[in-house]
């Protein structure tokens, strides 16, 4: 089936819609962080770049990594920004430019995020790392994807149980890591469940002008327990990255840096160094 012009969205060049890149200039490797200066903080230590170019929020260089091919590119916050850059790194793999049709044979591709979070267990000191065994999502993101099949039901389940979840917010889902991409990263990381929410003040628990409408917000993430689990971390990408990641055939894995925790209600005096340390430790994991 051929896709029609308003779905699969090309440039004059023949590049995908938002990233303006072709299938050459990606990597079987990606890395995605939040911010756009954050690539030339991750491609300061490859051997080589091959191509850079910036469109909007997405800023993506590639190149290689002690001889690995490796592609960094930047999704700006949010899951609204996921849904364009997943589904357009798909689409560079998984359908023919040409002929505008899915390719038969599917490429995976490895996803690995770094990126900045906030820990709501005290355990979980500043300036330490948190590999995301499972995400939690409170934005609505992966609710307009047939998903069912990739989902932790119970999981999500209890948890707004325990929340007293309001009917108008859309309904928790919990989606896993992929085990085996996970597997790399395994010392010098805390395992846990990252929340994923849809803003940084009030779906945080964030007070400055605005009331919340639930006060306890964060406490009742706290103290949630599911089969051993505690939500560890909350930032804004995770939950969407997993899940369109899982919908699609990709493995994928988050690595966060915890530069605040707000049990503590300290933030950390030197995030840079934390964030640099992260994406030297990361990028020795994936070649390794």
Known sequence: MTLSASEFIQNSDGSVYHLNLLPKHLANTVITVGDPDRVNAVTRYFDKIEFKIQKREFHTQTGTYQGKRITVISTGIGTDNIDIVLNELDALVNIDFKTRSVKKDL????????????SIQEEIPLDSFVLSESAIGFDALLHFYD?????DKEFSESLAKHMNWPKENPDPYVVNADKELSSKFKEEFHRGVTLT???FYGPQGRVLRLKLKDAQLNEKLNSFNFSG???TNLEMETSAIYGLSKLMGHRAVSLNAMVANRVTKEFSKNPKKTVDSLIQLALKRIVA
Not at 107 to 118: A, M, N, P, W, Y
């Open 107 to 118: 490429t995976t591709l490895d996803i690995i995020r770094i990126g900045t979070s906030g």
């Open 147 to 151: 998903c069912n099949q990739i989902l």
């Open 197 to 199: 929410n849809c803003g």
């Open 229 to 231: 689990k505690k939500i």
